[in-house]
């Protein structure tokens, strides 16, 4: 290049401290420019939103969404928060809300604050306070495992505007989830085109989510916790927090729900169905379906009542439920209780006083009153505060208003022939007892609390020994054995359950073993439950053992003489029970008279044959003595080989 060329280029040099000066300018005017746009341009949308909660709009509402609070003292658990988002054009909008502290009172410290100086909580461990504040960790006891509980509810018939407004429904979950005693940590919204909204919260405890569609009005929800704590108690929250009808004009919305145990522990494995989880809390298209009352007894148990319409079916029917256990069920109940009472009752020659070892519901004991002969029925392991919720909410099952002239309802717990021990357990009295002799004694497994009768069968040798010197020389002993899983266990000393047959053959042979001179089998499928009743009858007297072999007719004209009719229609107070059904029993039974080998021998021969020719025979159709059981192997023809 020439030297004119570079006579016209000037060059100038800018310190690098100029360049910092000056990015150090304009970060500090963005950022004063920043925060006045916003504490005087734009309004706290947050405070905007509290300030108006109240009074929610319809609709979609720019995502004004409710934070979930934590509740005064209790500590906000440390979490990792970690998402991933998508493409959600297809929302209206999309908002998340996190878990906050409470508000705090004036003068007290911060509600959440951790009143241990901020320690980390320590692992499965629970903060308790003293008498004077104080706070303190202790181990948590409560096992973490890997079950829980699922609630699933679904509602149709409601508010389209409602269903449509994120914030309303975000407010309702909210108070949901706070007044369940769970943790709302984070929960994330979407309020979907044209309609609807979709929303999901992350519990301390697992998770809760919804789904709307205003224009069928209908909402989907389903809560799932891990926690020991009953989710039956967030039904009315949820029915209270969402169903807002249509309008007033149109029918009450329909709820249906379903209640389910989830996961892996003990209780899982044992679920079978009598269990609440199964039936009827865990069927999920019935009709109607609503707790009628529940209350805690004296040993820690939860009864529950339920009232229930399945499809197409004509009424609505009642169950009770102890600690998740169907006890009694309102369909088949007088089946159930007529079968078990009275075939040990008729084959007495006339019962005077009787002992029931049960859960004093008062079916079995309006069943006993109903033989004239009755001067006394004691009714051992009942829970008082049980009786009174039976007797408020189930007054069918103590309902003796068939000795009232005039038809009007009385209950069978008023007579005074009843008397109740509440304060012993059955395996207590009968150690204790030193009173009159009883004529028959019903022990009930099914109906009595688990506890209760596993004690009598880890036990049962020496009880029923004890058992039955309380029993009158022409004593009569019944058992119902379709009991609980732990009964059983106790019974065969193993974990696997066995047929009933092998159950009440097992508990036949032992109570002749004890010392009584009979024992008979027989059992009931028509109980209103889905397993077969099974029960055993045992005699002390050989002679009054022999009763229960009677034909239909002695049965007939016993019963016309023993049992109390109707005083209002004259007509037999029985509603299932007659000689025929006694009969039936009678029949399936065990022979009293011991047989000679070569009459055994025949009649066993006579049997196969008949079971081969029904084998062989074309079009062979099912038997119906063994389609309404379980335990399909009672019913196949086994392989005998005679010599």
């Known amino acids: 290049m020439s030297k004119k060329a570079n006579e016209g280029i000037v060059r100038a040099t800018v310190p690098a401290k100029f360049l910092a000066t000056c990015l150090l300018l304009c970060c500090v005017v963005a950022f004063t420019v920043g925060r006045i746009t916003r504490f005087y341009l734009v309004p706290d949308l947050e405070t905007v939103f509290l300030e108006n909660a109240k009074v929610l709009p319809d609709g979609k509402d720019g995502g004004l969404l409710p ?44 509600p959440n604050e951790s009143p241990t100086n901020n320690i980390p ?78 929303c999901a919260g992350v519990l301390l ?28 108690d967030s039904m009315p929250l949820i029915e209270g927090l969402f169903v807002i009808p249509r309008n007033a004009k149109e029918e009450k919305p329909n709820v249906m729900w379903s209640y389910k145990r989830r996961g892996f522990n003990e209780q899982t494995s044992m679920i079978g169905e009598r269990d609440t989880f199964a039936y009827p809390l865990g069927v999920h298209g019935m009709e109607y379906k609503k707790e009628l009352a529940s209350i805690k007894t004296s040993t820690g148990k939860i009864a529950r009542v339920y009232e229930m319409q399945e499809l197409n079916y004509p009424s609505a029917t009642r169950q009770v439920y102890l600690d998740g256990i169907l006890k009694s069920n309102s369909v088949g109940q007088a089946v159930a209780h007529e079968s078990s009472v009275h075939p040990p009752m008729i084959a007495h020659d006339a019962p005077k006083r009787v002992v029931i070892f049960g859960a004093g519901l008062g079916a ?86 688990e506890e209760f009768a596993n004690e009598i069968m880890s036990n049962r040798q020496h ?46 042979q032992e109570l002749k073993n004890i010392g009584f001179a009979e024992a008979f089998e027989y059992d009931e499928y028509r109980s209103g ?52 059904i006694m009969t039936t029993y009678s029949k399936v039974s065990s022979s009293p008279e011991k047989q000679d080998m070569k009459e055994t021998l025949a009649n066993a021969k006579d049997e196969v044959r008949r079971a081969v020719e029904e084998t062989n025979a074309p079009n062979k159709g099912t038997n119906s003595s063994c389609s309404n059981v379980e335990g399909g192997e009672e019913c196949e023809n086994p392989a005998i080989k005679l010599s």
């Open 364 to 449: 079995s004991t309006r069943e006993v009153l109903k033989h004239k002969s009755v001067e006394e029925v004691t009714i051992v392991g009942a829970d008082r505060a049980m009786v009174d919720f039976s007797n408020r909410f189930l007054p069918e099952w103590s309902d003796c208003s068939y000795a009232n002239t005039d038809g009007g309802k009385t209950s069978c717990f008023d007579d005074n022939r009843v008397h109740f021990v509440y304060d012993q357990s059955p395996s207590e009295w009968i150690a204790r007892y030193s009173g009159p002799s009883y004529d028959v004694a019903l022990v009930d497994l099914f109906d009595m609390e």
């Open 121 to 198: 909580d320590p692992v499965n461990e629970k903060l308790s306070f003293d008498e004077n504040g104080g706070a303190d960790y202790e181990k948590d006891e409560e096992e973490h495992l890997p079950a829980g509980q699922h609630l699933l509810v679904d509602i149709d018939g409601l508010d389209a505007s409602f269903l449509n407004s994120e914030a309303r429904l975000a407010t309702a979950m909210i108070s949901m989830v706070d007044n369940s005693g769970l943790t709302l940590l984070s929960y994330h919204c979407h309020g979907l085109y044209p309609e609807g909204v979709s």
């Open 463 to 508: 009880t029923i020994d004890q058992l039955s010197n309380k029993l009158s020389d022409k004593g009569v002993l019944s058992f119902n054995i379709a009991g609980s899983v732990k009964s059983v266990e106790s019974m065969t000393k193993s974990g696997m359950t066995p047929t009933r047959k092998i159950l009440r053959s097992a508990l036949a």
């Open 529 to 580: 439950f889905s397993e077969t009743r099974s029960y055993v009858v045992a005699f002390k007297d050989a002679k009054i053992s022999k009763n229960w072999n009677a034909n239909q007719a002695e049965t007939e004209v016993k019963l016309k003489k023993r049992i109390v009719r109707n005083q209002s229609t004259g007509e037999v107070s029985l509603e299932f029970f007659d000689a025929a």
């Open 205 to 232: 405890e697992s998770h809760v989510a919804f789904h709307t569609w205003p224009t069928e009005g209908v909402i989907t929800l389903d809560l799932f916790t891990c926690g020991a704590t009953s989710l039956l």
């Open 67 to 110: 934070t979930p609070k934590a509740q005064a003292g209790k500590i906000i658990p440390q979490t990792i928060y970690t998402t991933k988002n998508f493409d959600t054009r297809l929302s209206a909008l999309t908002a998340s809300q996190w878990l906050q502290p409470a508000d705090e009172e004036e003068g007290a410290s911060t």
